[in-house]
């Protein structure tokens, strides 16, 4: 795929980011706002997953950065 897809400012960004939108849009209307909510924060869960290179070090990142060890 093109990087000017991704490149802010460009025609082909402001065209995936519309169809982006009428998506969101879409979801509100069918599915309602909790509904979309959830789907939302399932797609960044499974993108977060996908995405980081060193799976198990983010996540014991994140998890002690919410419940730091007790021996600390």
Sequence with gaps: MDKKFFQIGTPQCGFVLGIAGVIVAFMLLFLGFWRTLFV???????????????????????????????NQ
Excluded: C, H, Q
């Design 40 to 70: 939302a924060v399932l797609f960044g869960a499974g993108y977060f997953m996908g995405a980081s290179a060193n799976k198990a070090e983010t996540i014991k990142k994140t998890i002690n950065r919410f419940f730091p060890p007790k």
